[in-house]
């Protein structure tokens, strides 16, 4: 199974700064013929489905802010919220769906500092 | 629109089994794989397995194999999960969600299971 890790676990930022995710996979996700990464990002909040923030993993998800955004290709990837608004206070998750157990992160639940 | 309406939270004992059904509509429901996931109280997902609606296909999480059992019945455009064997810690919210080629965008509402003597 590929392993999916996330850090920092929790992370508290300021409104209107810079929070930045990140997640590595355990084996690559980059498949090559195509030359997409098979990972994705998703923001949880209390008592809701997670909701698809980014696919390919820098590609954003019609209806989604452009203050996030997704990078990184292999292992190693980012997800950055530019200017971190009250309703972006929520739990964080990637998942690659490379090969299955289309495995996810353990989250990172990001607060208002 | 595209939604997936799930059946209603349920209390099971442990040792019996749960059966969860999941409705598409919005889209063809042979179109999309159907996937399963399942979250504990104050934790992360657990990825379960899909299921193909048009083939009866499925793949299901080594972790739950012969305890997991997919299938569809495509007159009525629903999916199942069936989990057998219940134990305490399979207490948590499983969703369904429509597979795309570029992950996971529509999910269900959740089905709240709580297993309990």
């Known amino acids: 199974d590929i392993v999916m890790t996330q850090s920092p676990d929790s992370l508290a930022v300021s409104l209107g700064e810079r929070a930045t995710i990140n997640c590595k996979s355990s084996?690559?996700?980059?498949?090559?013929?195509?030359?997409?990464?098979?990972l994705g990002w998703y923001q949880q909040k209390p008592r809701q489905p997670p909701r698809l923030l980014i696919y390919?993993?820098?590609t954003r998800e019609s209806g989604v802010p452009d203050r996030f955004s997704g990078s990184g290709s292999g292992t190693d990837f980012t997800l950055t919220i530019s200017s971190l608004q009250a309703e972006d206070v929520a739990v964080y998750y990637c998942?690659?769906?490379?090969?299955?157990?289309?495995?996810f992160g353990q989250g990172t639940k990001v607060e208002i500092k | 629109q595209v939604q997936l309406v799930q059946s209603g939270a349920e209390v099971k004992m442990p040792g019996v089994s749960l059966k969860v059904s999941c409705k598409p509509s919005?889209?063809?429901?042979?179109?999309?794989?159907i996937h399963w996931v399942r979250q504990a109280p104050g934790q992360g997902f657990e990825w379960m397995g899909w299921?193909?609606?048009?083939?009866?296909?499925?793949n299901y999480a080594q972790k739950f194999q012969g305890r997991v059992t997919m299938t569809r019945d495509t007159s009525i455009s629903t999916v199942y999960m069936e989990l057998s064997t219940l134990r305490s810690d399979d207490a948590a919210v499983y969703y369904c969600?429509?597979?795309?080629?570029?992950?996971?965008?529509?999910w269900g509402q959740g089905s709240l299971v709580t297993v309990s003597s």
């Open positions: 299921i193909d609606p048009k083939s009866g296909g499925t």
């Open positions: 919005g889209y063809t429901f042979t179109d999309s794989f």
């Open positions: 390919w993993a820098s």
């Open positions: 969600a429509r597979g795309d080629s570029n992950g996971t965008r529509f």
């Open positions: 084996q690559s996700v980059l498949y090559s013929p195509n030359n997409k990464n098979y």
């Open positions: 998942q690659q769906y490379y090969s299955p157990p289309h495995t």
